[in-house]
């Protein structure tokens, strides 16, 4: 078709547009039908009329276009700026660890498999990460102490950005204590779980004796210098008793801006908890040796999976942040829209 | 508590009912609140103001010439929207067509939108008339859709532009706000130019008849002209109503629609 009959026949297609959209309220939707042969140029055409007038195209099925009369809001907009996509990656520098907790969201124990991340994969995550603008990187596993490189791998990471690195603190000898000795106190938080004031339910969940060894742990942890918090990870309905946890964490050091609480998640080995999904998550960027992942909640479930390519580290930022907004606006749809018969 | 002032408006949109929820949201924390009563047509909100239902009306160019006839020159124009003083009609043609001033209408198909459209039929006859083109030298093509509104809904404009785009016609005339609302031209170059913009007249008013007194009325149009386009509670209503700020209206700016409804003869009230 030739431009002189194609243009114009698009053009009416946005004359279309524009009556419908007069004819329903901001945040309401119009529908216009596409011609099989400009369906292209039109569709273009219908982009760039939206892009000028401060409205939306929502869907496009086949020749049927949505477009919703204004902008969604941003939903970006209304997260706090530690929440936005990408602010943090975590990392999964290994799945395998010496415990075996009853609710491991990534199902990690002595018998699971290492699955690393690697020195160079980390290296480059921690270099891209600083360059697309992330302000903190967060290691997890796993257990990281059973690396035999971890202080080259943390260092790899706050040599670049100030970092966290979780661990179950009950493995501070020997040489892993010197591992521990070698990383940079002024750019890493380590982070200890511990999950009562007493060794009772936390041991109940981790094994017999990880309590203690746990809070020996985050006194050697003080006793070289490094800032630790401490996260536990709590049953919905024993949320509304931490008065008695956060004064024992009181008294071991720990300061209430460090002293995190954190519900059981519904996920790995957990038999019970929150339910997460991607649509009920803000994504937290996390990257395994398998790719990139949703949230670190989820680092093991395909419905979390986002991709297999870590790199560019940006692109896998932006797209998680293109599908938080997908996710939001559908909600947001599904929430006007939802019939109720 | 004061009485608030009664506001009619033309309902030619869904947006009129949260435009004047919103307005009447921001008018009632000031001192002047508003109610708003909304009519399906321009002339059965004028015939409301003149009988004393309404203290003031939202009143397109036509019903604000058409109140000042029936009132012999006494109701008063408080205020309009910045866009209204610079409002235009434009000529638009299919790009290449070769129009190049008013005069190259003669012996051509013109479409007019609504014959109570003051930018889309009213006036372009009398710019063809300045022009000196009358109404056989031109042939006209006229599309009364939405009759009533005075070309609110911008529904005969877009009518006018297909019949353009399918050679019913050769050329349309509609108002500023179509033209920009089809993307001037820029958005598919090769589809619409235009190829005579009229001078500047003015658009929309509030109306008041005489008998809204003073201290009631200026009160209430300087918490109108306070309402601010970087304030994000009144910036949604101003975004929605076409505007970003309220101001004085230019009354000069209506002489061009006075004397096409001269020339016309159209009627003071229908």
Redesign the interface.
């Known amino acids: 078709m030739s431009?002189?009959s194609a243009?114009?026949?698009?053009?009416?297609v946005?004359?279309d547009l524009?009556?419908g959209i007069?004819?329903?309220?901001?945040g309401?939707t119009a529908t216009v039908e596409l011609l099989e042969g400009n369906r292209i140029s039109a569709l273009d055409?219908v982009a760039?009329?939206c892009a000028?007038?401060g409205n939306e195209i929502v869907s496009v099925e086949g020749l049927t276009v949505t477009v919703l009369h204004g902008r969604s809001p941003d939903p970006l907009a209304g997260l706090d700026p530690a929440q936005l996509p990408g602010s943090r990656v975590w990392v999964y520098t290994n799945f395998d660890c010496n415990l075996a907790c009853d609710y491991c969201c990534v199902r990690s124990s002595p018998k699971a498999e290492r699955r690393a991340i690697g020195a160079e994969r980390l290296q480059r995550i921690a270099s891209e990460a600083a360059a697309a603008g992330v302000g903190e990187l967060i290691l997890t596993g796993g257990e990281p102490f059973l690396l035999n490189d971890l202080d080259a791998l943390v260092n790899s990471c706050t040599d670049e950005l100030p970092t966290t690195l979780l661990t179950n603190g009950m493995l501070f000898r020997g040489a892993r204590l010197e591992r521990l000795r070698r990383m940079d106190r002024s750019r890493l938080t380590l982070q200890v779980s511990v999950d009562s004031a007493t060794p009772g339910i936390h041991d109940s969940h981790r094994g017999t004796g990880s309590w203690a060894k746990a809070v020996d742990g985050i006194r050697i942890a003080h006793d070289e210098g490094f800032r630790v918090k401490v996260a536990a990870t709590l049953p919905a309905d024993q949320m509304h008793e931490l008065d008695p946890f956060h004064a024992f964490l009181d008294t071991i050091g720990i300061s209430r801006k460090d002293q995190v609480i954190r519900a059981l998640a519904h996920r790995g080995v957990a038999d019970s908890g929150i339910e997460l999904t991607v649509d009920s998550l803000i994504p937290e960027v996390t990257i395994t040796a398998d790719g990139v992942y949703w949230h670190p909640v989820a680092a093991d479930h395909d419905d979390q999976f986002v991709t297999r390519d870590i790199f560019p580290l940006a692109d896998a930022i932006a797209e998680i942040t293109r599908r938080f907004v997908a996710h939001r606006r559908a909600a947001e749809r599904a929430a006007e829209w939802f019939p109720c018969a | 508590m004061t009485a608030p002032l009664v506001i009619g408006s033309v309902a030619y949109?869904?947006?009129v009912?949260?435009i004047w929820e919103g307005m009447r949201d921001y008018f009632a924390e000031t001192s002047t609140p508003i109610d708003f009563v909304l009519f399906s047509n321009y002339g059965r909100q004028v015939d409301a103001l003149i009988s004393g239902s309404l203290d003031l009306a939202w009143n397109t160019n036509l019903a604000w010439v058409r109140t000042l006839a029936q009132t012999d020159g006494g109701c008063r124009a408080l205020a309009s929207r910045d866009t209204d003083l610079i409002f235009k009609t434009v000529f638009v043609a299919?790009s290449g067509s070769g129009f190049s001033s008013l005069e190259s209408l003669r012996g051509r198909r013109l479409v007019l939108g609504s014959r109570d459209s003051a930018q889309a039929a009213i006036l372009p006859v009398h710019f063809l008339r300045e022009a000196g083109l009358s109404e056989g030298d031109v042939n006209l093509t006229r599309i009364n859709s939405d009759v009533g509104k005075h070309g609110d809904?911008?529904?005969s404009e877009?009518d006018a532009?297909?019949a353009v785009?399918d050679d019913r016609a050769d050329a349309a005339a509609i108002g500023i706000n179509t033209w920009q609302?089809?993307?001037r031209g820029e958005?598919?170059p090769?589809?619409?130019e235009s190829f005579w913009n009229s001078p500047e007249y003015s658009h929309c008013t509030f109306t008041a008849m005489p008998s809204l007194a003073i201290e009631r009325a200026d009160p209430w149009v300087a918490n109108l002209l306070a309402m601010d386009w970087e304030n994000s509670k009144h910036r949604?209503i101003l975004e929605?109503e076409g505007l970003q700020a309220w101001v004085p209206p230019r009354l000069e700016g209506y002489a061009s629609l006075v004397a096409a409804i001269r020339e016309q003869g159209i009627a003071a009230r229908w």
């Open positions: 431009p002189s243009e114009p026949s698009a053009m009416g946005v004359l524009i009556e007069g004819r329903v309220p901001t309401g055409l760039a009329w000028s007038s | 949109s869904p947006n009912v949260p299919r809904t911008g529904r877009l532009l297909r785009l609302a089809i993307g958005l598919l090769g589809a619409f949604p929605m």
